[in-house]
């Protein structure tokens, strides 16, 4: 019998799902573009383009974000806010738990160099799969959409990385926020895989097996360990303990609400 872990690949969005800003505003207010969020609602009401493709039609054809260069996405993901707990969940992921080992992936369509520049030193640039942009040598401007991991986009990425990394697709893990999610999240479910939601978009809220709502990226362990893992609460307690962290409150119902802290700063843990 083989000694290997069970493996899963653990996917997550970037725009507010690891972060709390959308990329595409973060870019246009460096830019001083105005009315970015009209933009896109025009876009979405046109329905010219997959939902959460956006950014990238309007970075390509819009005239206000023909100044974009590549300078400017790397600045825009250096201002994006980021939620807490990203590198105590890559840490966790990455050193694996017992029998199981994880590949964790962000899975954007956002410009590839604005999530590479927000998560530097977090995640691996090879972990990494957003919009993929050609720029002109001389000006520096954007040429060429190659790849919008938008909508079904999301899907084609999943499958390649359940490919190139062998992992069954009952062992898949997708975390999303809004509605350019719900191609991937069918496709998961439809495969016996897990889907989390970290909002309470409607869309999302009849797709995905369970909402978190939470200001810490590492909350999304919880129904993980809960529900796919079958973890016993004081077990997953003690596995945020290890780390320095502590679930001061999970309220458990369709919708997961948790609070995680610092060990040192927050009173002993309510019982689940």
């Not at 830019?31 to 970015?36: M, P, T």
């Not at 939620?83 to 969940?89: D, E, H, Q, V």
């Not at 640039?125 to 991991?149: K, Q, W, Y």
């Not at 899907?155 to 069954?168: F, H, K, N, P, S």
Request: negative net charge; contains cysteine; aromatic residues 6%.
């Amino acid at each position: 019998m083989s000694n290997q872990p069970k493996q899963y690949l653990l996917a997550s969005d970037f725009d507010q799902t690891l972060s709390f800003n959308d990329s595409g505003l973060v870019l246009s207010e460096l830019l001083g573009v105005k009315d970015f969020q009209a933009k896109v609602d025009g876009l979405a009401c046109s329905n010219l383009v997959q939902q959460g493709g956006e950014l990238a039609y309007l970075i390509r054809h819009d005239p206000e974000f023909r100044g974009v260069r590549r300078e400017h996405l790397i600045e825009a993901g250096r201002r994006v806010r980021m939620k807490r707990g990203i590198g105590a969940l890559v840490d966790i992921l990455n050193d694996g738990l017992t029998g199981i080992g994880f590949s964790f992936c962000v899975i954007s369509a956002a410009p590839r160099e604005v999530v590479a520049s927000a998560l530097a030193g977090i995640v691996p640039l090879d972990r990494i799969f957003g919009t993929e942009l050609d720029f002109d040598p001389a000006s520096g401007e954007v040429t060429a959409v190659r790849r919008v991991p938008a909508g079904y986009g999301k899907v084609a990425v999943v499958e390649e990385l359940l490919g190139r990394l062998d992992i069954a697709r009952d062992r898949m893990i997708y975390v999303g926020d809004g509605s350019s999610d719900v191609h991937v999240m069918l496709h998961v479910n439809n495969h016996d895989g897990f889907t989390i939601a970290v909002s309470e978009n409607r869309q999302l809220a009849r797709i995905a097996k369970c909402t978190v709502i939470s200001d810490n990226a590492l909350s999304v362990m919880v129904p993980v360990l809960d529900q796919v893992l079958r973890w016993q609460s004081k077990d997953i307690r003690t596995l945020f303990e290890s780390h320095g962290l502590i679930l001061h409150e999970w309220e458990r119902a369709r919708t997961d609400r948790v609070t995680i802290g610092d060990a040192l700063e927050m009173l002993p843990a309510a019982v689940a």
